[in-house]
C-alpha cells in the first residue's frame, strides 16, 4: 500500500502563486509516473500535468501552460506543483495521482485509470 500526503493548498489573491506538495509513503518499490489533476465545480476532474523519470514533465491545459510547473523529488518521494499568476479560473480541488506497484508501468498518463494511488485533494480558492 502507498499513502499520499498534499499540501499546500489555500486561497490566495488573482496573480499569487502556490506550490501544492504530495509526498507517497508505504511499500514503494515503483512510483512513477505522478501527476496533478484538479476538479472544480460542476465540471469534470482535468489532468494538469505529469511527471516521469523517462520522458520528462508534461504540462496538459493550455490555460495553464507557462504558469504552472510539475517536479518531483525521487529521494522523498514527493512530487510538485508550482502554481504562478493564479487565476480565478484555477479554482479547484487539486488532486495528487500516482502509479506505484512492483512491475513496470503499463498504463497511458493521460488516463486516470492509469493511477492506482489518489490524494485526498487540496482546495485552491482564487479570489480577491
Known amino acids: 500500500q502507498v499513502q499520499l500526503a498534499e499540501s499546500g493548498g489555500g486561497l490566495v489573491q488573482p496573480g499569487g502563486s502556490l506550490r501544492l506538495s504530495c509526498a507517497a509513503s508505504g511499500n514503494i518499490f515503483r512510483i512513477n509516473p505522478m501527476g496533478w489533476y484538479r476538479q472544480a465545480p460542476g465540471k469534470e476532474r482535468e489532468l494538469v500535468a505529469t511527471i516521469t523519470n523517462s520522458a520528462g514533465s508534461t504540462i496538459f491545459p493550455d490555460s495553464v501552460k507557462g504558469r504552472f510547473t510539475i517536479s518531483r523529488d525521487n529521494a522523498k518521494n514527493t512530487v510538485y506543483l508550482q502554481m504562478n499568476s493564479l487565476k480565478s479560473d484555477d479554482s479547484a480541488v487539486y488532486y495528487c495521482?500516482?502509479?506505484?506497484?512492483?512491475?513496470?508501468?503499463?498504463?497511458?498518463?493521460?488516463?486516470?485509470?492509469?493511477?492506482?494511488?489518489w490524494g485526498q485533494g487540496t482546495q485552491v480558492t482564487v479570489s480577491s
Open positions: 495521482a500516482v502509479s506505484a506497484g512492483l512491475g513496470p508501468f503499463r498504463g497511458t498518463i493521460i488516463e486516470e485509470k492509469s493511477y492506482n494511488y
